[in-house]
């Protein structure tokens, strides 16, 4: 074990079963909070020491029945791959060997009165799956359903777009062609939610098989999504398909049974009981259901007088095929050319990713992979029903599509791209038009340039509201300074920009009165789902991811739009004329950092109280794509989780960068010492040389 000078963890093994270890307990000693946390929310008892906050995904994750599904992968897995299985049995006995340790020196434990368990071999796909379930945004089907309901089956395209809970990212490649070195370059960003400690962490693997470099995802082996073995490098982005199924499901009890109407009938469901506890509360008892779909994940009203009742079932692929495509993790460490990476991706299945991959020898690779299911395209928009056959799965889709590398540029955003056969929804092209503009020309790129595309401000999604507002005349002196000054604006969300907030005030009075507004009122009550899913349905919410179409589109003409961004910049003007003395005043004073954190606050290494988390630059459709709620909130949750850049042709010329830092105890010096670089867009130096090394058992 070795460290740089900034914790990074470097470990070298005699082979790849012992570096498994290695890393195993590596992970247990920097991350053994995260990893415990981690644990139990893969297996629904989270809420027993975090508490009632907690209970809502706990119910979840034994409904939707995530570690009997990675129980099931692991079985098969072991059936069909032995040696894949025994290398992933490695990782656990390392992280049971570590936990202890790692536990004693996590203040967290103490606070919760929380002793350290221990890991079963499926437990790292338990915790893949609970990071990834809600990946696919699901949930949006049930906002697409509440739409035809209530507004007409036409409006519902006017709400498509990234939406709230949809984890998204920037990646791209530029050729040799066009690199100072020769080489090609692999950078970008993934976007999820911003959590502390941080989702990915950096990691350097070497045994006589490989020497590997890359993000690591805690409690699980390997490097999935992002890596450079020295001979080829791969990144992906979220290819916004849609690979889970919501079925509207008729029940009924039968003889102390529950049954499920299919295709063919009644026929018997699987059913039991479980208890969810909480600390401070009562316990739960919740029934758990599988139909012949998947497991109910929301019952609708009460039963009838026939006894029958509606409830949603999801369909998730390990769920049907018992297979996560972990035997793609060793076979990528040990990868050489893109064609290695291309391999041990075919058999990939959660999440589906579109991915970046160059080696050496020229080789180029942009492909998705993952596994859709074969159906109906009405699958993809909405809840369809079980006991009607022309739904049912029919395979998968197989090859995944690839595309070719052209004018040495290549780009994945979360648009609509390669995947686009397989999705209902995707991101607005701002972010992916706008890193190709940056790297087009004739500059001759270098891996330490790359922080400026990776921190460009620019947003283009103001286009409208400015438009509509360039059309307004008769405003009041204040409104028409406001006006004036944003046409004049740059566009750009600079943290320190007094104009960006500005906009983002004006932004969200327009979200606050297009929801306030009687042609969308009937969208204003969320049906009786489950805590977790109402973020899918909040109407501020899915108008502030939706705002450009709704400002442009004809299809609702009973809003007045004009009028509308009238009355929106004489209350921001107003507003802005009577701000008191410590409101923000600049964009980053508003726009905040604001990481999910198990336990808030100074006890998990948080801001602490009266500590406020930094300002940020960038906006939802940037390129530095820190995503706040116009009009619900300012702060941001979601952003980059980490940035790298792959020199592919020289590793040692390669940069990277969390939020937070290595470390996941608080108190140790690695444990926030990223924060800074992260907040400035700087990246920190991928170090490979062995001999520029110290030697440690700790985290220095």
Request: hydrophobic share 45%.
């Amino acid at each position: 074990m070795y460290r740089d000078s900034w914790g990074i963890p470097h470990i070298r093994a005699a082979d790849p079963r012992e570096l498994a270890y290695a890393q195993g307990r590596n992970a247990a000693f920097d991350r053994a909070w995260q990893l415990e946390t981690e644990r139990h929310r893969a297996a629904g008892t989270a809420a027993a020491f975090l508490g009632e906050a907690a209970r809502g995904w706990d119910v979840f994750a034994r409904r939707v029945r995530l570690d009997d599904t990675a129980r099931r992968c692991f079985r098969r897995l072991a059936e069909q791959d032995e040696e894949t299985a025994g290398w992933l049995s490695s990782y656990v006995d390392g992280v049971n060997a570590g936990l202890a340790e790692g536990a004693a020196r996590a203040p967290e434990f103490a606070a919760v009165r929380l002793a350290p368990g221990r890991w079963a071999p499926w437990t790292p796909l338990a915790v893949w799956l609970s990071t990834h379930i809600l990946f696919a945004g699901f949930p949006a089907k049930l906002w697409r359903r509440l739409v035809a309901e209530r507004l007409g089956p036409d409006t519902v395209e006017l709400f498509a777009t990234d939406g709230p809970g949809t984890a998204g990212s920037n990646g791209w490649l530029v050729t040799g062609e066009r690199t100072a070195g020769g080489g090609a370059l692999l950078a970008g960003d993934p976007h999820r939610f911003i959590e502390n400690p941080g989702v990915y962490q950096q990691i350097h693997l070497a045994c006589p098989e490989y020497d590997v470099v890359g993000f690591a995802v805690p409690g699980v082996p390997g490097l999935p999504h992002f890596g450079h073995t020295g001979g080829v490098a791969w990144a992906i982005t979220n290819a916004m398909a849609d690979y889970q199924d919501l079925y509207r499901e008729r029940l009924r009890r039968r003889a102390g049974r529950v049954e499920a109407l299919g295709p063919d009938g009644w026929r018997p469901a699987a059913a039991h009981t479980e208890t969810v506890e909480a600390a401070g509360a009562g316990p739960v008892r919740v029934e758990v259901v599988e139909t012949a779909r998947g497991p109910v994940i929301a019952d609708g009203p009460e039963p009838g007088a026939d006894g029958e009742w509606e409830a949603l079932s999801l369909r998730y692929p390990p769920r049907v095929y018992g297979e996560l495509g972990f035997s793609a993790l060793p076979a990528l460490l040990a990868a050489r050319r893109v064609a290695d990476v291309d391999a041990a991706l075919d058999g990939w299945v959660e999440p589906v990713n579109v991915v970046l991959a160059a080696d050496t020898g020229g080789g180029l690779l942009h492909r998705v992979a993952g596994t859709v299911p074969v159906r109906d395209r009405a699958n993809l928009r909405d809840a369809v029903p079980a006991w009607e056959s022309a739904y049912e799965w029919r395979g998968r889709h197989a090859p995944m599509p690839a595309v070719p590398v052209a004018g040495g540029l290549a780009v994945m955003a979360n648009e609509r791209g390669p995947a686009g056969p397989f999705g209902a929804e995707f991101a607005p092209p701002h972010r992916a038009e706008r890193i190709r503009a940056l790297l087009a020309g004739g500059r001759r790129w270098r891996a330490g340039d790359m922080a400026a595309v990776h921190t460009d401000t620019f947003t283009a999604a103001a286009g409208p509201l400015l438009d509509l507002l360039a059309g307004l005349d008769g405003l009041g002196p204040a409104a028409a300074g406001l006006r004036d000054r944003l046409l004049g604006w740059d566009r750009r969300m600079a943290a320190g920009s007094a104009d960006a907030l500005a906009y983002a005030r004006l932004r969200s009075a327009v979200v606050r009165a297009l929801a306030a507004h009687p042609a969308l009122a009937p969208l204003a009550a969320p049906p009786p789902y489950p805590e977790l899913l109402l973020p899918w349905l909040d109407l501020r919410t899915r108008i502030a991811y939706a705002l450009g179409t709704l400002l442009t589109t004809d299809r609702l003409p009973e809003i007045d739009r004009p009028a509308l961004v009238r009355a929106a910049a004489e209350e921001t003007a107003a507003r802005l004329a009577a701000a008191a003395p410590g409101e923000p005043a600049t964009w980053g004073e508003a726009h905040r950092l604001a990481p999910w954190q198990a336990l808030p606050g100074a006890a998990n290494g948080g801001a602490g109280a009266g500590e406020p988390w930094p300002g940020l630059a960038g906006d939802q459709d940037c390129v530095l794509a820190t995503a706040a709620v116009p009009g619900v909130t300012d702060h941001c949750a979601r952003g980059p989780a980490a940035r790298y850049v792959w020199d592919v042709a020289r590793r040692e010329e390669s940069r990277w960068v969390v939020p937070f830092g290595a470390s996941g105890v608080p108190g140790s010096p690695h444990h926030r010492d990223q924060l800074g670089p992260w907040l400035r867009g700087e990246l920190v130096p991928v170090l490979t040389d062995w001999q520029a090394l110290k030697e440690s058992h700790g985290d220095r």
